[in-house]
């Protein structure tokens, strides 16, 4: 006797392959029903995915299908599939690459027609074209206000290799979902190969210029933050997400374990970029001494504030920098805090993050290995240490290569050796 189907299970039926399959009714992008199928190894994985499908239907959510435009697939991978896989900051990143440049271009394709050449035509334009005219500015404009190809004029902004390598794994990722749906049989953005970029050598304060931008920063509140950054190299979001709860002040030691990011006008605590982003840094003396002053500091601005004193309900408690109200810093405001610094200590201009950069290249300048350094940076590689830093440890080697001359004791010919090995002494 065949066995009966439960409630709500939907149609579960046994192929000849031995897979099993479910059909269920689901809602296309443009309020259309169609039935839609899904596959298994077991009954149970199938009937799995037939209650997640039904779920869906039941929330009014498209599901996607091989004929849909691409444009609607993407809308429905970055509303349903991406935001459980990637963190908000990707999330937010993506949805921006995919509204300004993938959608406009690729939107009105047919998912199953996309093809190899049509992503690489797409990179190669997308590479090549203006910003004005690759996000509609200029074709927003009245006529008369028009200025850039529209008129004959390009503005000659390129997307960066960058965002064009982001632009693809967009792609990459968007269609990949559709492949493991069985929407696709490949993924042609895995085809199209990847652009490649060229790295920028990255420009840190030299050790003058960073104790001249320290001896300025004396007199701001944020000191501690400060010389915490150029100190141990903390990202800017991890620096802002510290708790004192975090660092212990007896033994100079702080664990990195969330950091801070302002996405879409809100400020949102996370776990850090990479899984080596969680350690454990020491802290130089200084740098505990400061954090002690701050301490004491913020003890005194939280009396000064009374009930002003008002930390955001949901944020973590015991925040290390904070406003002079209590609230998360803003990590956007470090950016023209430091250009301010920057202007009145007289030394050129760098973004926070070049603070990290600075890290790395006085601890390399001072004979600190890459692995130590790959380690307090929270790099995921050491090859990306090495690889950041490479025209940095060019001078480390030249010392180090010196150095090697005076552990072996080579000195200049005496006046015997000068003939060489072999040579008769002279009659």
Known sequence: MAKRRAN???TITK???GRYHAAAYVYRPDGTRVRKFVYGKTREEVGNKLIELQEKTRQGIPAATSAMPFGDFLTYWLAVIAPARLKPATLNSYEGLSR???KPALGKKKLNRLSPTDIRL????????CLCCLRGVDAARAKEDRTCCAVNKCCKRRPSARTVQYVHAVLRSA????????LIARNVARIVETPTIERQEVRPLDAAEARILLKT??????YALWLLLISTGLRRGEALGLTWSDIDLGTGQLRVRRNLQRIKRELLFGTPKTARSLRTVSLPRKCVDAL??????????RKVAGAKWQPVPGHPSGLVFTTATGRATDPRSLNRMLTILCRDAKVRRVRVHDLRHTCASLLLAQGVDPRTIMETLGHSTITMTLDTYAHVMQTTLKAA??????????DEPTEDEEGGPGCAPAA
């Not at 269609?175 to 069985?182: D, S």
């Not at 290569?401 to 080579?410: N, P, Q, T």
Request: avoid cysteine; glycine fraction near 8%.
């Open 217 to 222: 920063a004396r007199k701001h509140r944020l």
């Open 401 to 410: 290569a010196d150095r090697m001359d005076d552990a072996l004791g080579v």
């Open 292 to 301: 002690i002053a701050h301490q004491a500091q913020q003890e005194q601005e």
């Open 8 to 10: 709500g299970e939907g």
């Open 175 to 182: 269609l990949q979902q559709a492949v493991r749906e069985e």
């Open 100 to 102: 300004l440049y993938i």
């Open 15 to 17: 192929r000849t392959d």
């Open 122 to 129: 797409f990179l190669a334009e997308f590479k090549s074209g």
